[in-house]
């Protein structure tokens, strides 16, 4: 199955990814009414310090502990996307506290908000992965 | 294979969801007292709090016993397990043989003598849909309630119903909050937070006697009421296990596949005792997460699988009022208090090298990275501590595990 990978080495730092994710999961149409004056919400985050730089986000696991664990059966993998149904999600935040890559964050609706492979949104492809100007991040089978 | 559940939980859910993906053919029945659609126990707050309704409590939709052809027998209780026969009766006078068997049958309040009770007109537990519901009835603006025991129970059913009733009043033994999963530092802020939201408090103290429309408490105090919840703690439900010849210490003992030591038959969650993989001492751990992946290692132990779950730790994600808290591990070794501020209270337990516990409050980003140092008891010395501290960061790992974790499928 096609997952997002890092190539930690060709990552600039550019945060680009950042603004990508909460574009395409804004709903709006265009780029500059979604971000223009508003908090950045990326369900993709980027780590740095000094000349180390990569994006983080949802790995997608065969072995999914955030599911599992899930209090409400909010999260279920569908079509191997592991999927949050936000209507159900209270917000208990049980998920944070089982993913061992820190990839799943509250929303400032008060539930949670993963990568979900933009397969929830319009794009249908990872718009982060588009967004990347140096390859640094792959949509990609491994 | 004939496999036989008897539950309707996390455990329970689990068990299914591991069997039927190594056995499509088998036959499933599930037994469960309570005549529901598998639902998630820990949401009955959000219930009265509103912020949820029956219909989205459910655990797994509608359609699950049909998709995964279970045969659901609900509002059914099991009275007996023939062992030696392999079969369980029920209270509608049925009997179904197995041949593998998963006692998931969770927990029930546990009550202490307290003198006067049977006078409390309207007193209640908090643990199930039902307890719930029957909570709900009794609620209204003139009505005072009091709620003995401020654990996670206590707590979550004082935020749920707050905003429904006149005052809610808790009282504990214990000398603070969440006695389990706070230290005596951490747990006044949390209790801060609550009585600024309106709950009030009286701990280290207990009731001795109810009086018409009045608890009188072990430290003198009178504290009026209308409502009880009755929230001290739970108790494993072992009665089945026990009558069958499985071993039971607290909870009915498990090993790692969840087998019991009766052949072929397996129990998870509540009701169980397990090894916790931050201290190596086994206990009970009433947790959801806990349930489910014994419950899965049940049914893939089931179907010839020896994969079975042995990382078990107290680990609680909790909220109350918009304040966040996540708990993990035990609080043993060398306590590292990383930030004490208005906003975030974070620290961090430190054993043999390794992080055993952490407890955060208010900003609790991330917090899985530190989880999962505990569960696979990571040797800090492999990766920055320092930095690791401060933030639970990739960045702290070798560029190795990096790449293990980012650049490879898993």
Same mark, same amino acid.
């Given at each position: ?54 994006? *983080? ?32 999600? *209270? ?37 982060? *992965? ?13 | ?60 939709? #509608? ?23 392999? !079969? ?21 309040? =546990? ?18 849909? #039902? ?5 709900? !009835? ?8 009091? +709620? ?26 214990? #000398?603070? +909050? ?22 009030? =408090? ?117 909220? =109350? =009022? ?13 306590? #590292? ?46 990766? @920055?501590? @320092? ?24």
């Amino acid at each position: 199955m096609k997952r997002i990978y890092v190539n930690e080495d060709w990552c600039l730092g550019c945060h680009l990814c950042e603004y990508y994710c909460t574009f395409a999961n804004s709903g709006l149409e265009s780029m500059a009414y979604a971000l223009k004056g508003k908090p950045l919400s990326p369900r993709i985050q980027v780590e740095e310090e000094g000349e180390i730089h990569f994006a *983080v986000s949802c790995r997608h696991c065969d072995n999914p502990v955030c599911v599992k664990s899930c209090i409400t059966g909010a999260l279920s993998v569908e079509d191997n996307v592991i999927h949050c149904d936000t209507n159900k999600c *209270v917000g208990c935040y049980t998920c944070i506290m089982a993913c061992p890559y820190g990839c799943i964050m509250p929303a400032t609706s008060g539930v949670i908000q993963k990568c979900e492979l933009c397969t929830n949104n319009a794009h249908q492809k990872p718009l982060c *992965v588009q967004g990347c100007p140096n390859e640094a991040i792959v949509f990609e089978e491994r | 294979m004939n496999y036989v559940i008897i539950g309707n939980s996390a455990a329970a859910i689990g068990c299914v969801e591991a069997l039927r993906s190594s056995d499509p053919a088998g036959i499933i029945t599930l037994i469960s007292s309570e005549p529901h659609h598998t639902y998630s126990r820990p949401l009955i707050s959000y219930l009265l709090q509103g912020k949820t309704d029956e219909e989205r409590m459910k655990y797994r939709p #509608d359609d699950f016993y049909q998709t995964n052809h279970v045969c659901a027998k609900l509002g059914c209780t099991v009275t007996k397990i023939d062992a030696k026969n392999q !079969k369980v009766m029920t209270d509608s006078g049925e009997t179904i043989a197995y041949s593998k068997l998963l006692i998931a049958t969770g927990s029930r309040p =546990f009550v202490p003598p307290m003198e006067g009770l049977e006078t409390v007109k309207k007193q209640f537990h908090f643990m199930t849909l #039902d307890d719930a519901k029957a909570l709900e !009835k009794a609620l209204g603006p003139d009505q005072k309630v009091l +709620i003995v025991g401020a654990g996670l129970i206590g707590l979550k059913c004082a935020e749920g119903i707050l905003h429904r009733v006149q005052s809610v009043h808790v009282v504990d033994l214990a #000398d603070r +909050i969440l006695p389990s999963i706070l230290d005596a530092e951490a747990a006044p802020r949390v209790q801060k937070h609550l009585e600024e939201a309106g709950v009030s =408090f009286t701990l280290g103290a207990s009731v001795k006697k109810f009086k018409a429309n009045e608890a009188h408490l072990t430290n003198g105090e009178k504290v009026p009421f209308d409502i009880v919840v009755l929230a001290v703690g739970v108790r494993p439900n072992v009665e089945l296990a026990k009558e069958a010849g499985c071993a039971v210490g607290r909870g009915i003992v498990v090993d790692e596949n969840s087998k019991t030591t009766v052949a072929n038959i397996y129990a998870a969650g509540d009701c169980t005792e397990t090894v916790n993989a931050a201290t190596g001492k086994t206990q009970v751990m009433a947790l959801l997460p806990n349930a489910y992946l014994q419950g899965e290692a049940a049914g893939r132990a089931m179907t010839g699988g020896r994969d079975g779950f042995s990382t078990a730790i107290p680990e609680n994600a909790i909220g =109350f =009022f918009g304040l966040h808290l996540i708990t993990a591990g035990n609080y043993e070794g060398e306590a #590292d208090l990383v930030e004490d501020t208005e906003t975030c209270y974070k620290k961090l337990f430190v054993k043999d090298g390794r992080l055993v516990g952490y407890m955060l409050i208010g900003d609790v980003h991330r917090a899985g990275i530190y989880t999962d140092l505990i569960r696979k008891k990571t040797p800090l010395a492999s990766l @920055d501590y @320092d930095m690791l501290r401060k933030e639970p960061q990739l960045l702290a790992f070798s560029r190795t595990a990096r790449d293990a974790m980012l650049a490879k499928s898993h």
